[in-house]
């Protein structure tokens, strides 16, 4: 299996619920009703593979400045994080839309560049209303 687009780190969906990471990562409400499939990438994306996403605030990286000189450097964060890819069971038409996720809710993501594909296997299903926990729920 392989993952492509865009992808976020798996903090920025923790412990929410299926509508919560709809809003998070900018997608629109009920988007995620019939299901939602999360992939861990089992590879980290070399600098030329990806580019900066900015922010799930702004749909299709707008608001976002990035030039050849603009430093690409893989995020601090990733350290010792799943990079995850998350995908409605049922895909996108070309009419969807991707709403701003709220402004203190708003996750970062990375978007791997065209033709890129990486590695990644399934995390987990999840059904509308389920909350993701990622490697096991708290006790």
Same mark, same amino acid.
């Given at each position: 299996?392989?993952?492509?687009?865009?992808?976020?780190?798996?903090? =920025?969906?923790?412990? *929410? =619920?299926?509508?919560?990471?709809? +809003? %998070?990562?900018?997608?629109?409400? @009920?988007?995620?009703?019939?299901?939602?499939?999360? #992939?861990?990438?089992?590879?980290?994306?070399?600098?030329?593979?990806?580019?900066? @996403?900015?922010?799930?605030?702004? +749909?299709?990286?707008?608001?976002?400045?990035? =030039?050849?000189? %603009?430093?690409?450097?893989?995020?601090?964060?990733?350290?010792?994080?799943?990079?995850?890819?998350?995908?409605?069971?049922?895909?996108h038409?070309? #009419?969807? +839309?991707?709403?701003?996720?709220?402004?203190?809710?708003a996750?970062?993501?990375? *978007?791997?560049?065209?033709?890129?594909?990486? #590695?990644?296997?399934?995390?987990?299903t999840l059904?509308?209303?389920? %909350?993701?926990?990622?490697?096991?729920?708290?006790?």
């Amino acid at each position: 299996m392989t993952a492509k687009g865009y992808f976020t780190i798996e903090r =920025n969906i923790m412990g *929410l =619920n299926t509508s919560e990471i709809e +809003s %998070t990562l900018g997608f629109r409400p @009920g988007r995620f009703d019939k299901g939602v499939i999360f #992939l861990e990438l089992l590879q980290r994306p070399t600098l030329d593979q990806f580019e900066q @996403g900015g922010s799930t605030r702004y +749909s299709a990286r707008k608001g976002l400045k990035i =030039n050849e000189l %603009t430093p690409r450097i893989i995020p601090f964060a990733w350290t010792n994080q799943r990079l995850v890819k998350i995908e409605p069971i049922i895909r996108h038409t070309p #009419l969807e +839309s991707y709403p701003a996720a709220p402004r203190f809710g708003a996750s970062e993501q990375w *978007l791997l560049k065209e033709g890129v594909e990486i #590695l990644a296997r399934e995390i987990c299903t999840l059904q509308k209303g389920d %909350t993701y926990w990622g490697r096991g729920k708290p006790s």
